[in-house]
């Protein structure tokens, strides 16, 4: 994740409200975090010293996962008594922060040289381009937007403007409204996070749990830790698992879990679903891991609901087999999705809360925890090297075959997609018959979850660790007589609608 000013301030009001939170302190010290990020003499990013105060009011609100306009003392109160609003959007628009861009999406440029054939003129269907001073000028109020204007302009003089948001959502989920301030759509929006990267104005945030799950901690409830394979490196090119999985139980969760064991599960029971489904009953089948692409197929190619996996994702088979054991466990996914978040609420009988690696960084910080600093015994996987890779490129589809080969069975006719535009534009081919294709592995982050928003390290890093990590895996098989094994036989591994 690219370290910029609105990822800076993020990560200070997460910190300073786990820190506060661990303290106990929290209602008292809360405005702390406000005088104590924006001074008078620090550099303005704003136009004053208020407005960036107002803007760090609505970003303290969504960190507490409430509204945004209540008061911040008033909002931490709430956050340390009241169970989470679920009702609220993940992510959401700080609207102190919006800039209102304009919106005027064609603009002519200096590079007008006011040409004798004025293609532009006589392209526009409106007639909305006249000549000024030896220069084009396009009537806004006649102007459609068709951009025939700059298709036709042979100097390339007229420019097409969008806002960073909107060209950032592959699925038209987020608009300008009325007063210009940008709003998300929820019935289009799948909770990806794109928007929330592409806002150069830190106007887009997601709502955390951060202070919940620290008292629950607090609270002595069994609260254990549900690690993404993804996690390795996150926290430091040195750290090692070993010593990630230490500072989580120093910080206080009863135990850690490594989501692989439910990849591993999770490739055991779809392996088994795609040889009773495909071709026998449909066509093809897709993964059903990444929230995001399942919820791109179900809001924008509904038809084609039927064909995703009925098998759930690894977060909810790691957190079903979890409270199967542990029926008084508060499971805690860690990964770098934000969309897991919208999981966990349509998945509460396995994922209480969904943290990122970002703010568990900031957890660990308020609690003055420094994993590089812990002297740890080492760390064995329970899950297999397939398990583990499934954040990587086609990771998904290699656990399948593989499962697919140690059940005697032929590989299947595998495609990879990977962004949404390419997911949506990919699925739309499948769905006319167009791309031959009996599995689709679609996910929503362009070098899939290892390139998740919710990241602290570079998705080439992690790749070559987490690669290294899968290597040296005890169990070299998903089929080995391992824990997974046993639980998707015990665990339920389907979807309930």
């Known amino acids: 994740m690219e370290l910029t000013e609105v990822t800076k301030f993020r990560r200070a009001v997460l910190t300073g409200l786990a820190k506060f939170t661990w303290q106990g302190t929290l209602p008292e010290h809360v405005y702390d975090i406000l005088y104590s990020v924006v001074t008078e003499d620090t550099q303005r990013v704003r136009c004053c010293v208020h407005k960036e105060r107002a803007v760090l009011k609505n970003r303290i609100n969504m960190a507490l996962g409430l509204n945004v306009s209540l008061n911040i003392v008033e909002a931490s109160k709430r956050a340390l008594t009241e169970p989470a609003n679920k009702e609220l959007p993940i992510i959401d628009v700080l609207p102190e922060a919006c800039d209102q861009c304009p919106i005027d999406k064609f603009l002519v440029t200096d590079a007008c040289r006011h040409c004798v054939a004025h293609k532009c003129m006589n392209k526009c269907p409106k007639k909305a381009i006249t000549i000024h001073q030896n220069r084009a000028y396009i009537n806004k109020t006649n102007c459609i937007e068709c951009g025939m204007c700059k298709k036709v302009c042979p100097f390339g003089a007229i420019i097409e403007i969008s806002r960073p948001c909107e060209r950032s959502c592959a699925l038209n989920a987020i608009h300008a409204g009325a007063d210009r301030k940008a709003k998300i759509d929820t019935s289009k929006c799948v909770q990806c996070g794109s928007c929330r990267s592409a806002c150069p104005f830190g106007a887009i945030d997601e709502r955390s749990n951060i202070v919940q799950i620290i008292q629950a901690i607090k609270s002595g409830q ?199 535009e390419a997911c949506l534009e990919d699925m739309k081919k499948l769905a006319a018959g167009k791309l031959p294709c009996q599995y689709f592995e679609g996910m929503a982050c362009s070098n899939g979850c290892i390139d998740g928003p919710g990241t602290m390290a570079e998705p080439g890093l992690v790749s070559v660790l987490l690669k290294k990590y899968a290597g040296e895996a005890e169990l070299k098989k998903v089929h080995d007589d391992n824990a997974a094994v046993v639980a998707v036989r015990n665990v339920d591994m389907e979807v309930h609608q």
């Open 222 to 420: 069994k609260v254990h830790a549900l690690l993404a394979p993804s996690f390795i490196g996150q926290m430091g090119f040195k750290v090692t698992p070993a010593q990630i999985v230490a500072a989580l139980k120093k910080m206080g969760f009863t135990a850690v879990e490594e989501v692989a064991v439910g990849a591993d599960m999770t490739a055991i029971h779809e392996a088994e679903e795609f040889i009773e489904k495909v071709p026998a009953r449909q066509k093809y089948m897709t993964n059903s891991c990444c929230p995001a692409f399942v919820s791109l197929v179900k809001k924008h190619l509904p038809e084609e609901t039927s064909k995703i996996s009925t098998t759930v994702s690894p977060m909810v088979a790691c957190g079903r087999y979890v409270k199967s054991e542990h029926p008084d466990a508060v499971t805690v996914f860690i990964g770098p999705c934000i969309a897991k978040k919208g999981e966990a609420r349509q998945y509460s009988d396995a994922i209480d809360y969904v943290l990122t690696f970002e703010e568990l960084a900031c957890m660990l910080e308020g609690a003055e925890i420094d994993p590089a600093a812990i002297v740890s015994e080492v760390h064995t996987s329970k899950a297999s090297g397939f398990g583990i890779s499934f954040p990587l490129l086609k990771g998904v589809q290699g656990a399948l075959n593989h499962t697919l080969e140690e059940s005697d069975e032929t590989q299947v006719q595998a495609h990879y997609a990977s962004g949404l």
